[in-house]
Structures are given as structure tokens and as C-alpha cells.
């Protein structure tokens, strides 16, 4: 193990306790075997990452992360990341991974769910994106969706017109946001993580899979993604109340 992963592993650990991260459901991650875990993803973002390192010191199992492509398109950067399991989107490699037994974590909202504003909060948006469903199908590995409420709670993001046209023009994520006080450290909220039980896919050859059946199968996941966040929300409404400043 390098030195990077080693103090990669150790901020991750130092966040979990920093935040009391808490997984709900967290026996439905398989011990053995592939799974794609698609989740919620905040302006933070690290909420997978402290999923993730949960994985890895309980189930002595290091997922790969799908990480926005352009953190790796800084060299130095890059090549870290690569060493603690962080990989650029590719559908083909994502297969290739799940194929190989391992466990693939990834934000299907991707910074599009990430800026969106705090009025917003506590919602997802995956319309459009089917990638993941189609990598899930072709690899045959179930789905196992996440929601993470309290993440949207470390920042305070405020709508403005430069951060989606800065996106658009030029994919620079730059919010406009606040965390303690009027500084960008992290709240010490409390992160919940609600795990669903595996969702697995049709038996469908690769070669057969076509764009109705990944459809079909979105909406599928998208149903349980619902139910998943309004189970969420019911039960953690004390937690986001003592979050609020």
C-alpha cells in the first residue's frame, strides 16, 4: 500500500467520525461478488467516499469509485487517485470490473445533482442518465441504490447564473456556497447512508440488450430510488432539524 492510499484511507476514516457517518442497510453489500452502487451525490460529494472506506475496514473490500474526469486530467492527481481505486467514467471498464467480482460505486447524478442548489435539496436526478443501468445489464451485476439526505446538509449552496453557465461552457464546477459560518469547511452534520437491498437485472444476453430494456430497467431502479429517499426523509427529519443552523 503507498503512502497516498495509506493517508487517503486515514481522512476518510477522520471524516467518518467527523460527521458519526451511519449506514443503514449496509448488510445488503454483498461480501463476495459484484454489485454497482449507484447513490445520492451532494456538493460535497465525499459521502461515497466514507461508503466506501466503510466497505473497505469492514468488509475488507475496496470498491472503485467513478470520479469526474476532470480530476483526472491533472497528472499528478490523476495518478493518485488511480492508486486508491478512483476511475474515470468508461462503461466498457466499469463491465470489465463488475465481471471481475468487484464492487463499482458511482454518483449517476454527477455534478449536475452536485450544484444544484439547496432549495433542492434532498431530491435526485437520474432522468437521462442510463449509462449505469446499461453497464448493470451487460456485466449482469445487480444494482444497489444509496440515498444520503444529510450530506445536502454540510453546505449551503445558493442558486446563481455563473455556476451552470460556467458548467455548460466550460464543465467547471464552481458554486457558489457556504459551510461553517461563511467559511467552506465542512458542517459536523450527522451523515446517514440508506442502503436497498440488490436490484438484479434482466437476464438479458449482451449482445440483446436495446435501449427499451435499459429504459425499462431505469425506471425500475428510479421506482426503488423513490421509495428509498421518501424511507429516508420520514425517518431522519429529527436529524436534519438538529443540522439546521
Known sequence: MSVFVERWDALWRYLREYHQYEVIGGEHVPAVGPALVAS????????????????????????????????????????RLREARMIPRDRQAAVDL?????????GPGGMREALRPSHDRYRFDWHGRLGFVWVS??????????VCPTADDIYTVYE???????????????P?????????????????????API???????DDVTDEIVAAHHALVSERMHALVSEALAQASDTRSSNAE
Open 40 to 79: 445520492t451525490h451532494s456538493l460535497a460529494t465525499y459521502e461515497n467516499l466514507m461508503l466506501a472506506s466503510l466497505s473497505c475496514d469492514e468488509l475488507g473490500r475496496r470498491p472503485f469509485i467513478v470520479g469526474d474526469d476532470l480530476m483526472f486530467k491533472v497528472p499528478w492527481l490523476g495518478a
Open 98 to 106: 463488475l465481471r471481475a467480482g468487484e464492487i463499482v460505486g458511482l
Open 137 to 146: 445489464i451487460v456485466a449482469q451485476a445487480p444494482i444497489i441504490v444509496g
Open 160 to 174: 446563481n447564473p455563473i455556476t451552470p453557465w460556467l458548467y455548460k461552457q466550460f464543465k467547471l464546477p464552481m
Open 176 to 196: 457558489l456556497f457556504r459551510g461553517r459560518g461563511l467559511s467552506p469547511l465542512p458542517r459536523p452534520v450527522k451523515i446517514v447512508h440508506w442502503i436497498s
Open 200 to 206: 438484479a437485472p434482466p437476464a438479458v444476453a449482451p
